[in-house]
Every structure is written in structure tokens, then in C-alpha cells.
């Protein structure tokens, strides 16, 4: 199946309190335009404030917890215009594992999968119902921050590799806009506007609109995707003491969709025929299709109670409707070169809605600072869909798979294909709900030192209604779990702040077992230490963190036949990760990941190495700016290693992926204060490499070059 920001001093609180605006935002972000706007002015180049990690705005070197930001002007030097990119050069995080996907964006957190991390201005964004995945788009950001470990005290239900919130491009007070164009390799072109500012009579009022456009090929031969983005929003305030921030989105995305899955032989192994071609297709480009649609409505309300009460509240809608269709391989090749294939058939839509309150009270004595956060936070999704893929699971619970015909692997003939026939759909009717109530409270004490505890209690309820030939069946769970997190940390005068921490999460289970009961939640666990560095007289910082995370209640396959709940999956590591300016021009960004993740896998296969998880991952990015004769003139580069992964445990054979390397390159120069022009190589040698296996294995993205022209006004 296919795999489902310069900072030389320190602040004293009272002083980060005035000059960071404490209290003036919302998760991920502030809903007071004002506010956003000084925070983002007054940030330096590699430190910044940040809101996910404990939603409340927190200076990232005084959070007892492992966070990593990438902003705005990041994204822009490195050209990101895929989610799953954006953490290329931060520690702690496997981009990309399966290659380049034009259908979804995958990361690995510290070991685990991301799928289910996702959020956006603080409230969740879903991936479900199999491809049911909601998309990001990079251009319509300010930052992205990752808040690293089990976070299910802020966020709920959640996995325990941590949380990727994308913060959304919001109104400016000043008038600002950009107009973009780019054109690439693989027949990429982009037109992006982006303009801010109040509005006309208004003091009161601002307002953003931002849009995009984008085409461009697959890694495939035959895979392709347009996408088009709009998002306007507007900050009114309503009084000296409330603001309301309204945010909005549309987005579609059209194509063919890349089906990147191949097997082992011909692709990290050579055969007797040779290798199999990056771009070879084994789906079906004349007959795949991809039409999703995304919408989404909502709005931030901040409201001052007093000088110590205020109140917060987030709200969103979010509508996405889709329709699948895609041929891909088996995992095994028939000798001498032939290969299987099946199809994935999904057409449906969903309506999510998410709340999150939050109660703040600040409070300060001569020596303390205290700040009391109670929260309050609502999700429901509802999905409707049909599911006619050739591998389904009947009513009755068994489960079949049909293979629709086979071509060669190393040449396919596509004019061959005739449309299979999987028989009627199931139709799926599924229903989630989850509210939770929630506490933390944050405590400075003699401007040395942090404590932090918060509790969390959650009751999650879903429910799959499916039917089929054979009948009408229900799966789902209706469970409450607390989760607790914990930390502290010193803030010594030399600029060294050591911490350690605990935290938890869970995420609940829609099966059920031999009696019908239902699974009890996967449960997550860490226990984390580390340093953050910022040290006086230097423009920059360093962070250190060693973490042990297990995951536990993991299914497994039992000598008698049927899944028992009593597996683990643990990682273990040591997390590196620095910014900082070597000189007034010459500024460097580095990272270092140790991972080891073991899992278990039946009664017989216990503490296996986890598939697509290197040992060791090491990166690094230098941009200079030029002055003088040259002054305008802007270059980086950046190298990225990826050590060696091993296969699935559960695999049938041993397929271990070799380390690669990868060279990115940047160069830009401004003509003028308005105009500015830029060249991005990603991959800079076009180096052929595996990317990862599991059951199957994927190649890696082929070089990117990207051009472009920018004018702002």
C-alpha cells in the first residue's frame, strides 16, 4: 500500500515582557497586528519568539523544550516552495523519506512519523481517511516552528515525534508588497503577489492578500501539478482592547500525481537488466488523477481583561474535497523483470472545525514572574468518502487484494493499460470528536530560573461507518486520556541555560481486538535534556539536546495469529543545532542528528532497527553578503549528509540504503531597492541516490534549478 531566526544580550523578564509584547499573541502567532508586526521588526537574525511551544510568546533559548524555527526570509533564500523541505537544514527532522511526492508532504520527527503533527496558526490541520491529506503551501507563510517530542498537553491527540506549526502571512501596519516570478527545470513556473497594509480610512483596520500560481513536472516521466492559492485576511480592532484577526484560504491542486515506488531490485540493488530510471512511471500517467480542493475560514480574537487577565480565542473551518486516482507497484518483481500493480480509487470530502480558548494571567513580584495559561480546545472532523481501490477491507473484516495487471519495471508500456474493474466502492461515513481541557503554568524565579508544569485531559470519540457487498460494520474508540509535561531550566550569566524536561502524548487506535474491545491509545514518553547557548559578545546561539522517547501499547504480531497490544517503539539521540554570524557578512547555520529508533515488530522480531531513520544526519548552510564594489550581490551554499537506513523489519528482505550527500547553491543581487533577482540549484550535482526503503524503496529529488525576479513596491 502506498505509506500513509541576532542576539548579543539577554533579556531581563520585565524587559522581554515590554519589548517582545508578552501576552499580545495567539498560538503560533500574535492576532494583534501591531504586535506581530513589532515582534517580527524587533527580532534579530537567529533569535526569535515563539508561541507553539507553549502558546504563550517565549523567547526560544527560555523554553525548557527542543524547538527549531525557520522564517520568511529562510524560505526565500532557499526557494522552498514544498512543505516538506522546509526543515532540511534543522536537526531532529528526516525530509522527505519517501522523495519528492507532488501529492503530500512527509517528515520524520525524532524517529516517528509527522503525519498526523500538522497545524497551522495553532489549530490542527487533518490527514486522514488514507489520502485525505492537507496541503501547505510555503509561499502564504511568515515562519514555520517545530516543537520537538510528545506535545499532547498543548495540542491533544497527537504523535510523539512533536508538533510543525506553519504561522500564516497576516496583515502589516506598513504598506508593503512583492510581485514574483519564477521559471525552473522540470517545467516550473510561478507568478506569486503578496501586498499589506491598512486600509484606505481605516486606522483601525489592515489588511493581506496573498496569491499564487504554480506548474510544474513531476520527478516522473508523465507527473505533473498546478496549483493555485489565494489567502486574504484583514485585523480590525475593535477597541483599544480587542482585536480580531480573519483568515482565509483557497487552494487547488490539479495533475498527475507521482506514484515514486519501486522495488528493491533495480533500484538500491542492480540486476541483470541494470538499474530502473529515477523518472520511470510505474503508475499510469495517461489514467492517474489528482483534483483536491481546499478551504479554509477563520478568524483570532484577542481581548485584554485587565493588565493581568487577558482572553485568547482561535477558530477555523476547514473544507477539502477529493478526488484520487492512482496505479502503483507491488513491492515484489516477478523474474526476470516484471512487476504487479494495483490502484488507489478515493473520491470524498471533509468538514473539520477547531476551537482553542485560552485564560492568561501574568503576575510579577520583585523577584517573580509567574504565567498562568487554562485552555479549553474543541476538533471535530466529518468524512464522507468512496473507497474503490483494488486492496479493501470488507464489512465483515477480512480484507482482499487485487493486482490489475503487470508490466516491465524497467520498461513499462503504458499504451497497454486497460481501466480495472474493482467492483462496487465501500462508502465510508467517519466522525471524530475531541475536547480538551488543559493547564500550564510557567514560573521565573530571580530572573534565573524557569519551571513549567501542565496537565491535559482529553476524551476523543470517532466512529467509521462502512458498507460494502457484504454488509454494514462499524470501527472506531471512545477514550480519555491525561497527559502531563514538566520542566526547568537555569539561565546562568555566561549565556549557558541548561534544562531537562518530561512530556507526553497518545494517539488513539480505530481497531479493535479478537473481542471486540477497543485498543487502548499508543502512548508517548520523553524525558529530555539539553543546553542553549547564547553567548555575550557573539551574534548568535547553539542548542544540545539528548532525548529518550518511547512509544508504547504497539501493536504486534503474536506467534497465535492476531495483533497483541504489547509493543514498543523507542528513540534515543543527541540533537545539534546552531546559528549564528561568523562576521558582519558571513553567517552560518549548522545541525548535527544522532537517532537511533528500535522497534518491535512481532513476538519473535523485538528492538528492530526502525526503517527510513538514518544513525546520523549532519548539515550546513553559509550565506555571505557582499559590500563595497559587489555590494547587492548575495551568495550561499549549503551541504546536507544523510546517513545509511535500514529496511523494514517486517520486510521479506534485507535492503539497507547507502549515505548520500547533497550541494544546494543560492546567489541573489538587488538591481535596485525595488527590483532583485535570484538563482536556486538544489542537488547541485544531480546526485542519484535512494532516498529510503521500507516495504518499497524511493529515489531522491533530481537536481532544481530555479530562477527568479522580484519586485517590491
Not at 515563539?50 to 524547538?67: G, I, M, Q, Y
Not at 498527475?256 to 538499474?275: H, L, M, N, S
Not at 480495472?420 to 480538551?436: A, F, L, N, R, S
Not at 514518553?525 to 501499547?553: C, H, M, W
Amino acid at each position: 500500500m502506498i505509506p500513509a531566526s541576532r542576539r548579543s544580550w539577554r533579556l531581563s523578564p520585565l524587559a522581554a515582557a515590554v519589548r517582545y509584547g508578552l501576552g499580545l499573541s495567539l498560538v503560533g502567532a500574535s492576532s494583534l497586528a501591531p504586535a506581530q508586526n513589532d515582534a517580527t521588526d524587533i527580532e534579530t537574525d537567529t533569535v526569535v519568539v515563539s508561541a507553539s511551544a507553549l502558546k504563550v510568546d517565549t523567547p526560544t533559548l527560555e523554553t525548557p523544550k527542543a524547538v527549531s524555527e525557520v522564517g520568511r526570509d529562510e524560505l526565500d533564500k532557499r526557494s522552498v516552495d514544498k512543505y516538506d523541505e522546509t526543515f532540511q537544514y534543522r536537526a531532529g527532522v528526516v525530509s522527505q523519506p519517501y522523495g519528492s511526492d507532488n501529492n503530500a508532504d512527509w517528515m520524520l520527527l525524532r524517529g516517528f512519523s509527522a503525519e498526523g503533527s500538522t497545524y497551522q496558526d495553532g489549530l490542527r490541520l487533518f490527514r486522514t481517511g488514507g489520502y485525505f491529506w492537507w496541503m501547505t503551501e510555503p509561499f502564504g507563510l511568515e515562519r514555520v516552528e517545530l516543537l520537538k517530542g510528545p506535545s499532547s498537553i498543548l495540542y491533544g491527540e497527537a504523535p510523539p515525534g512533536g508538533v510543525v506549526n506553519a504561522v500564516s502571512k497576516r496583515p502589516t501596519a506598513e504598506p508593503q508588497g512583492e510581485l514574483e516570478l519564477q521559471v525552473g527545470n522540470k517545467g516550473h513556473r510561478q507568478i506569486g503577489i503578496d501586498t499589506s497594509g491598512p486600509v484606505a480610512g481605516h486606522d483601525d483596520m489592515r489588511y493581506r492578500l496573498v496569491g499564487m500560481v504554480r506548474d510544474g513536472d513531476g520527478e516522473l516521466e508523465g507527473s505533473e501539478k498546478q496549483r493555485y492559492y489565494f489567502a486574504p485576511s484583514l485585523a480590525v480592532d475593535v477597541s483599544d482592547d480587542t482585536t480580531v484577526t480573519f483568515l482565509a484560504s483557497v487552494q487547488k491542486d490539479e495533475g498527475v500525481p507521482t506514484t515514486g515506488f519501486f522495488p528493491a531490485q533495480g533500484t538500491r540493488e542492480g540486476t541483470p537488466f541494470g538499474k530502473i530510471d529515477p523518472d520511470t512511471n510505474l503508475g499510469q500517467p495517461d489514467y492517474d488523477n489528482l483534483d483536491q480542493r481546499q478551504l479554509s475560514l477563520g478568524y483570532e480574537l484577542e481581548h485584554h481583561l485587565n493588565d493581568t487577565w487577558a482572553f485568547e480565542q482561535n477558530f477555523r473551518y476547514s473544507n477539502l474535497d477529493l478526488e484520487l486516482r492512482t496505479v502503483y507497484p507491488n513491492s515484489y518483481v516477478t523474474p526476470p523483470r516484471s512487476i504487479s500493480r494495483g490502484v488507489v480509487d478515493r473520491d470524498g470530502e471533509y468538514d473539520a472545525f477547531t476551537l482553542d480558548n485560552r485564560l492568561i494571567a501574568r503576575t510579577y513580584t520583585e523577584h517573580t514572574e509567574n504565567t498562568l495559561l487554562l485552555g479549553v480546545g474543541y476538533q471535530r472532523l466529518d468524512l464522507e468518502y468512496d473507497n474503490a481501490d483494488s486492496f479493501r477491507t470488507l464489512g465483515d473484516g477480512s480484507s482482499y487484494f487485487v493486482n490489475i495487471d503487470s508490466v516491465d519495471m524497467f520498461d513499462p508500456d503504458h499504451d497497454a493499460f486497460t481501466a480495472p474493474d474493482t467492483g462496487d466502492p465501500t462508502h465510508h461515513d467517519v466522525e471524530k470528536e475531541q475536547i480538551g481541557v488543559y493547564v500550564q503554568d510557567q514560573f521565573r524565579l530571580n530572573d534565573e530560573w524557569i519551571f513549567l508544569a501542565g496537565a491535559r485531559y482529553d476524551s476523543v470519540d470517532s466512529r467509521d461507518v462502512y458498507s460494502d457487498e457484504t454488509g454494514r460494520s462499524q470501527a472506531g474508540y471512545d477514550d480519555g486520556q491525561l497527559s502531563l509535561t514538566g520542566g526547568v531550566m537555569y539561565l546562568a550569566d555566561n549565556g549557558l541555560s541548561p534544562y531537562i524536561s518530561y512530556s507526553e502524548s497518545f494517539t488513539p487506535l480505530a481497531s479493535t481486538n479478537v473481542s471486540g474491545e477497543s485498543y487502548e491509545p499508543l502512548e508517548g514518553r520523553q524525558l529530555e535534556a539539553g543546553i542553549k547557548y547564547a553567548p555575550a559578545g557573539f551574534d548568535g546561539y547553539l542548542t544540545v539536546s539528548a532525548f529518550d522517547l518511547e512509544e508504547s501499547n504497539t501493536l504486534i504480531a503474536s506467534e497465535a495469529g492476531v495483533q497483541r497490544q504489547i509493543g514498543e517503539r523507542n528513540s534515543t539521540g543527541v540533537e545539534v543545532e546552531g546559528m549564528g554570524y561568523l562576521t558582519d557578512n558571513l553567517k552560518l547555520t549548522a545541525s548535527y542528528t544522532y537517532t537511533d529508533t528500535r522497534v518491535d515488530v512481532s513476538e519473535n522480531q523485538q528492538d528492530e532497527r526502525a526503517a527510513l531513520v538514518p544513525y546520523h544526519m549532519a548539515s550546513a548552510w553559509l550565506d555571505y553578503d557582499f559590500t563595497g564594489t559587489f555590494d547587492g550581490l548575495s551568495v550561499g551554499g549549503g551541504v546536507r549528509y544523510v546517513g545509511s537506513t535500514a529496511n523494514s523489519p517486517s520486510a521479506s528482505e534485507d535492503a539497507k540504503v547507502s549515505s548520500y550527500t547533497l550541494y544546494d547553491a543560492m546567489a541573489s543581487y538587488e538591481i535596485t531597492p525595488s527590483w532583485k533577482a535570484q538563482l536556486n540549484v538544489t542537488n547541485l550535482t544531480d546526485e542519484e541516490y535512494v532516498s529510503g526503503c521500507d516495504f518499497y524503496c524511493y529515489y531522491g529529488e533530481s537536481r532544481s534549478v530555479i530562477g527568479s525576479l522580484s519586485y517590491r513596491f
